[in-house]
Every structure is written in structure tokens, then in C-alpha cells.
């Protein structure tokens, strides 16, 4: 069974910064690319930083310039790195993998979410 555990989610004020990490465990041939989500009360669920196996990163245009998503390929792990925090940027963050199982088949993880809040 494939676990995805979050961490690093906390309170900070604005212009303060937060490293969120998630680590996955379990049945993984490889993670094919990993990615950070978030949603926040009322508002739709957005994808905020993407990183692929090979290193190509995405971002949402808001997070450009302050964010960075990089990865530990060694220890199954993807960090995501913010900085510049603003009080808009306040939600539960959501880890996602994408899974290469031992099956020969894809597979889509979610973590249960950490929750960042940032204060003005």
C-alpha cells in the first residue's frame, strides 16, 4: 500500500517562509512526477507546483518567483519550498504522486494535506 505523508505546514506571517516535504512510501517502482496542490475554504482545488522525474517544473503564475519544487528522487521525496508567503496563499496543501508500480501500471496518490496558514 502506497502512503504519501505530508509535513512542514504551520502558521507564518506574511513575507515569512515554510518548507512543506512529502515523503512516499510502499509499493513504488518510481514516481514518474510529484506534485503540490491546494485548496482553500470556498475555492476550487489548484495544482501549485509540478516536478516531473526528469526535473521539468510548472508552477501557477501567483507562486512564480517565490516558490520552488525540487526533489530527492534517492528517498521518494518532493519538497516544495515557499517563500514571500502572502495571506492569499493560505489553504491546505495537498501532495500527489504519480506511481509507477511493480504491477507494470500507473497509479494516482494523494497525501491527506497540511495546513499552511499566513497571517498579515
Known amino acids: 500500500q502506497v502512503q504519501l505523508v505530508e509535513s512542514g505546514g504551520g502558521l507564518v506571517q506574511a513575507g515569512g517562509s515554510l518548507r512543506l516535504s512529502c515523503a512516499v512510501s510502499?509499493?513504488?517502482?518510481?514516481?514518474?512526477?510529484m506534485g503540490w496542490y491546494r485548496q482553500a475554504p470556498g475555492k476550487q482545488r489548484e495544482m501549485v507546483a509540478h516536478?516531473?522525474?526528469?526535473?521539468?517544473?510548472n508552477y501557477i503564475d501567483s507562486v512564480k518567483g517565490r516558490f520552488t519544487i525540487f526533489r530527492d528522487n534517492a528517498r521518494d521525496t518532493v519538497y516544495l519550498q515557499m517563500n514571500s508567503l502572502k495571506p492569499e496563499d493560505t489553504a491546505v496543501y495537498y501532495c500527489?504522486?504519480?506511481?509507477?508500480?511493480?504491477?507494470?501500471?500507473?497509479?494516482?496518490?494523494w497525501g491527506r494535506g497540511t495546513q499552511v496558514t499566513v497571517s498579515s
Open positions: 510502499g509499493s513504488v517502482f518510481s514516481i514518474n512526477a
Open positions: 500527489n504522486a504519480d506511481i509507477f508500480g511493480y504491477d507494470e501500471l500507473r497509479y494516482d496518490y
Open positions: 516536478i516531473t522525474s526528469g526535473g521539468f517544473t
